[in-house]
Every structure is written in structure tokens, then in C-alpha cells.
């Protein structure tokens, strides 16, 4: 299974929360919310984020418009995501 850290998000709109991102990415790629949620439910890629040098997992939450992302530490669900800049 590959591990991939996401250090940039799209959104639309950008204050909206985190039912708005549209695609993660770093600088080898990007990729669409759907499919970054195929993958962690597939269980062939996980992705995470480094804020501060600790470690947050990407997981799934259903919300009431459907699937999403979030990053999870320290068995909080959190908004690391959010935090990080635009995807070129």
C-alpha cells in the first residue's frame, strides 16, 4: 500500500468547510476528492498531512451532502486540511 502526504488542497468556495475541497495533492500530483476517497476506502493508497512534524491521517466522514475528507490525530477528527494552501 502507497503513503502519500497531501500539502495542498482545492476548494470551492475556500470558507466553506470540508465538504468544499475538491482535489488534494502534493508536488508529484493532484487528485480529484472521489478518487482520493476511492482509494482510503479501497485500502490501496493512504494519504496524511504534516503540520508541525505530527502526522495526521486522511480518513472518510459521511456528512449530510455525502462523503468527504478530514484528517484524524490523536483520535480527534481535525482541520488540518484546511490549513493547507491552494493546489496549483
Given at each position: 500500500m502507497s503513503d502519500v502526504q497531501v500539502t495542498c488542497i482545492n476548494?470551492?468556495?475556500r470558507q466553506k468547510t470540508h465538504e468544499g475541497i475538491t482535489h488534494?495533492?502534493?508536488?508529484?500530483?493532484?487528485w480529484t476528492r472521489a478518487q482520493v476517497i476511492q482509494w482510503i476506502?479501497?485500502?490501496?493508497?493512504t494519504f496524511?498531512?504534516?503540520?508541525g512534524g505530527k502526522r495526521a491521517n486522511i480518513?472518510?466522514?459521511?456528512?449530510?451532502?455525502?462523503?468527504?475528507?478530514?484528517t484524524y490525530a490523536d483520535g480527534h477528527w481535525s482541520d488540518n486540511l484546511l490549513a493547507l494552501p491552494e493546489c496549483a
Open positions: 476548494k470551492l468556495p488534494l495533492g502534493n508536488s508529484t500530483g493532484k476506502e479501497g485500502k490501496t493508497i496524511y498531512t504534516s503540520v480518513g472518510v466522514v459521511i456528512g449530510q451532502n455525502g462523503k468527504y475528507v478530514r
